[in-house]
């Protein structure tokens, strides 16, 4: 079946430093891949995405891209502010109905 | 344009109680999912409406869950009877268009305790 493995945290690092988290996958097929965000108090917001190998995503300063050699989407961000502090989440879409499936979550914690 | 809402955002209840658990997507948006996450573990597909109807529900642990949407606007999540596995947070998510092309608006979450 269809798997997302991510990085354990808390990820703490301080203020801009490169920020990598890890996520690799099992699926068949070709899924979309995304990465999810969660601030404090709020719900999951949407940071990136990517629909096919070779694709990269990118959105505020983070970036990921779709390796199906590698089966992975890592994270990256060149210099982290406090205000990237919140739980990460990878997630994939395996299929044509847009359901999700998600990594356990990374929580980042970004001090000054 | 207002976002996923939820309610209510925290519930507390004793096992063998019942709870209804609501969900308002945004205005328009056909489908309509419901995930939980477990005790700090994945965030886990329960279930997926387009308007009204039963897309996919595969991912409902059991037949204490029902989830309706009727006249294709709000959702309910109703346990019954709860148990103590069943704490957690209940997400809420909507989008326009279903496929992985399309974003989905995630609601801020229903926090669920079984005691």
């Known amino acids: 079946g269809n798997s997302v493995t991510q990085m354990e945290g808390p990820v703490t690092l301080s203020e801009e430093a490169f920020l990598t988290i890890n996520c690799t996958y099992t699926?068949?097929?070709?899924?979309?891949l995304f990465w999810y965000v969660q601030y404090p108090g709020e719900g999951l917001q949407l940071l990136l995405k990517?629909?096919?190998?070779?694709d990269k995503g990118s959105n505020k300063g983070f970036e990921a891209t779709y390796r199906k050699e590698t089966t992975s989407f890592h994270l990256e961000k060149g210099s982290v502010q406090v205000s990237d502090s919140a739980v990460y989440f990878c997630?994939?879409?395996?299929?044509?109905?847009?359901?999700?499936?998600f990594g356990a979550g990374t929580q980042v914690v970004v001090t000054p | 344009e207002a976002g996923v809402t939820q309610f209510p955002s925290h519930s507390v209840i004793e096992k063998g109680q019942t709870v209804t658990l609501r969900c308002d997507p945004i205005s328009g948006h056909d489908n309509l999912y419901w995930y939980r996450r477990v005790m700090g573990k994945e965030i886990k597909f329960l279930l997926h409406f387009v308007k009204e109807s039963k897309q996919d529900e595969s991912g409902m642990p059991n037949n204490r869950f029902l989830a309706e949407r009727t006249g294709g606007t709000y959702s309910t999540l109703k346990v019954q009877p709860a148990e103590l596995e069943d704490s957690g947070v209940y997400f809420c998510?909507?989008?326009?268009?279903?496929?992985?092309?399309?974003?989905?608006?995630f609601g801020p979450g229903t926090r669920l305790t079984v005691l």
């Open positions: 998510a909507s989008s326009s268009k279903a496929g992985g092309l399309n974003e989905q608006f």
């Open positions: 699926a068949t097929g070709y899924p979309s």
């Open positions: 990517a629909t096919k190998a070779d």
């Open positions: 997630a994939l879409s395996p299929d044509s109905w847009g359901k999700l499936q």
